[in-house]
C-alpha cells in the first residue's frame, strides 16, 4: 500500500483533531448537566464523549497502518455555555452538522485523490453521521417539553438508559 499523498494526510491530521474536539465538548456538556442534576442527559453526553474518542482512533490507527504520520493538534477549551438544554442541543447538532460537512469534503479529497482505502473508511462514518444527528430527535422532544420539569425528567431518565450496545 503506498504512502498517503500528504494533502491527504493534512486532512486527516485535521480531522482526528476535530474528533477529539468533539469529544472534547460532549465532556464539557456532561459536566454542563451533571451541574444541573440531570444525571441521565449527562450520560448521553459522556457515551458521546467516548464515541468521538473511538471516531478519533479510526483515523488515527488508519493513517498509522498506511505508513502516515499522525499529527497531534492542538485542543480548543470547549465552550459550554447554555441557558437550558433545549439551547445545548442546539449547539450539539449545529456542531454534529459541522462534522458531517467535513466528512462529505475529506471524501470527495479522497475520490479525487485516488485514496480508495479513506473512501472506504469514510463510508462508515457517513453512515455514523446520520446516527450522530439523532441530537435533532432529542431536541424537538425538548421544544414539545418546554417548561414541564416533569417530561424533562422522565427525557432525563430514558437517556440514563442509553447503553453501548444500542451505538453499536
Do not use: C
Not at 471516531?55 to 493538534?73: A, C, I
Not at 424537538?140 to 418546554?146: C, D, S, W
Amino acid at each position: 500500500m503506498g504512502m498517503i499523498k500528504q494533502k491527504v494526510q493534512n486532512e486527516i491530521n485535521d480531522q482526528i483533531q476535530a474528533e477529539f474536539q468533539s469529544a472534547w465538548l460532549y465532556l464539557a456538556y456532561a459536566a454542563w448537566f451533571e451541574e444541573k442534576n440531570l444525571e441521565g442527559f449527562a450520560h448521553w453526553m459522556r457515551m458521546q464523549w467516548q464515541e468521538e474518542q473511538a471516531h478519533g482512533m479510526k483515523f488515527y490507527n488508519h493513517m498509522l497502518s498506511r505508513g502516515g504520520t499522525v499529527e497531534l493538534q492542538a485542543l480548543d477549551k470547549p465552550v459550554a455555555d447554555a441557558e437550558e438544554s433545549e439551547e445545548v442541543f442546539e449547539k450539539v447538532l449545529e456542531h454534529e452538522r459541522y462534522i458531517t460537512k467535513r466528512i462529505h469534503s475529506l471524501y470527495d479529497l479522497a475520490k479525487s485523490e485516488g485514496d480508495y482505502p479513506l473512501q472506504t473508511l469514510l463510508h462508515w462514518f457517513i453512515d455514523e453521521q446520520v446516527e450522530e444527528e439523532n441530537a435533532e430527535r432529542i431536541l424537538e422532544r425538548l421544544k414539545l417539553i418546554g417548561d414541564d420539569n416533569a417530561s424533562l425528567y422522565m427525557l432525563d431518565q430514558e437517556l440514563a438508559g442509553r447503553s453501548e450496545e444500542e451505538d453499536a
